[in-house]
């Protein structure tokens, strides 16, 4: 279901990006290099702070919903 959304989302794009322009290259639509260049480099790692993990933890052990 979520991919037919995207499907229709980028091709809405497509479709105004070609009518805007007169000529339409490939790196406008698709960046090929760019792309490439985001699957070569790793990502940087993200830092946990684990003060912070273990606090929400305990405060979630302790967490009673109100049902009334």
């Known amino acids: 279901m979520i991919d037919s959304y995207e499907l229709s989302a980028i ?3 497509f479709t105004a ?3 805007r322009k007169k000529r339409v290259k490939l790196k ?3 960046d090929a290099e760019k792309a ?3 699957l ?10 684990l003060e912070r993990y ?3 933890q305990a405060a979630m052990r302790s967490y ?3 049902m009334s």
């Open 11 to 13: 091709s809405a794009i």
């Open 17 to 19: 990006k070609v009518k």
């Open 28 to 30: 406008d639509i698709y």
């Open 36 to 38: 490439r260049k985001d």
């Open 40 to 49: 070569i480099t790793p990502a940087q790692p993200v830092e946990l702070n």
């Open 54 to 56: 273990k606090k929400a």
């Open 64 to 66: 009673k919903p109100n």
